[in-house]
């Protein structure tokens, strides 16, 4: 199982990601974290987002041991999309390192994959609060707004099902539909909708 989270600075990826990693553990499945920081321009696009993916899948999806294929899982801390929200408003950021066809081409991968897409959403004003709190060497207060439209316009486009998670609380597993390391997301899922959601049909969080 593949796990790709997305979304702003301060959405709340990477305590999910912790998260999830010592969930899925506990429930005895052999969970993996990895975190993409700023793209490598020395590498290609494709080399830079698979290269970590492929090393994974390699040991576990490809491998014989079918224990660990079983219940293996890759949580991965931002991924393609966040490359094309950030270069819109960051300085020195170069335009066409990922190509649309770069794009087509990770999206494919990850289907192939059976990746559970998964973009974190709070409320504007958390993340802004939260984004104030920590602060960030590369982004500033007055782009956050811009961050957040752009990752709401790519996600409400985006051709492939994913969860729109708006608030994990404190058993992510289970809010995500996870109440076992074998047992996968739904393929779309929207939970408790934020006081400025998107144009896009919400769902109530599931009850149980």
């Given at each position: 199982m593949i796990i790709v989270l997305e979304g702003p600075d301060g959405a709340g990826k990477s305590t999910l990601a912790a998260q999830l990693e010592e969930d899925f553990t506990a429930r005895g499945a052999h969970a993996t974290r990895i975190a993409y920081g700023p793209p490598d321009y020395s590498s290609s696009a494709i080399n830079f987002f698979m290269g970590p993916i492929q090393v994974w899948a390699e040991k576990h999806i490809l491998g014989v041991n079918y224990e660990s294929t079983f219940n293996a899982v890759l949580i991965v801390d931002r991924f393609h999309i966040s490359e094309l929200v950030y270069r819109s408003v960051l300085p020195n950021r170069d335009q066409e390192w990922l190509s649309?066809?770069?794009?087509?081409?990770?999206?494919?991968a990850l289907d192939s994959l059976s990746a559970h897409r998964v973009y974190l959403r709070p409320r504007s004003q958390t993340i802004?609060?939260?984004?104030?709190?920590?602060?960030?060497d590369l982004v500033e207060l007055g782009m956050i707004d811009q961050i957040i439209k752009?990752?709401?316009?790519?996600?409400?486009s985006a051709p492939y099902n994913l969860t729109w998670l708006w608030d994990h609380g404190s058993d992510a597993c289970k809010v995500l539909g996870l109440h076992s390391a074998t047992i996968a997301i739904h393929n779309v899922q929207e939970?408790?909708?934020p006081a400025d959601?998107?144009?896009?049909?919400?769902?109530?969080?599931?009850?149980g």
């Amino acid at each position: 199982m593949i796990i790709v989270l997305e979304g702003p600075d301060g959405a709340g990826k990477s305590t999910l990601a912790a998260q999830l990693e010592e969930d899925f553990t506990a429930r005895g499945a052999h969970a993996t974290r990895i975190a993409y920081g700023p793209p490598d321009y020395s590498s290609s696009a494709i080399n830079f987002f698979m290269g970590p993916i492929q090393v994974w899948a390699e040991k576990h999806i490809l491998g014989v041991n079918y224990e660990s294929t079983f219940n293996a899982v890759l949580i991965v801390d931002r991924f393609h999309i966040s490359e094309l929200v950030y270069r819109s408003v960051l300085p020195n950021r170069d335009q066409e390192w990922l190509s649309a066809e770069d794009v087509s081409t990770l999206n494919k991968a990850l289907d192939s994959l059976s990746a559970h897409r998964v973009y974190l959403r709070p409320r504007s004003q958390t993340i802004i609060d939260r984004f104030t709190t920590r602060g960030d060497d590369l982004v500033e207060l007055g782009m956050i707004d811009q961050i957040i439209k752009n990752y709401d316009e790519l996600m409400c486009s985006a051709p492939y099902n994913l969860t729109w998670l708006w608030d994990h609380g404190s058993d992510a597993c289970k809010v995500l539909g996870l109440h076992s390391a074998t047992i996968a997301i739904h393929n779309v899922q929207e939970a408790a909708a934020p006081a400025d959601p998107p144009k896009r049909i919400i769902k109530d969080q599931p009850q149980g």
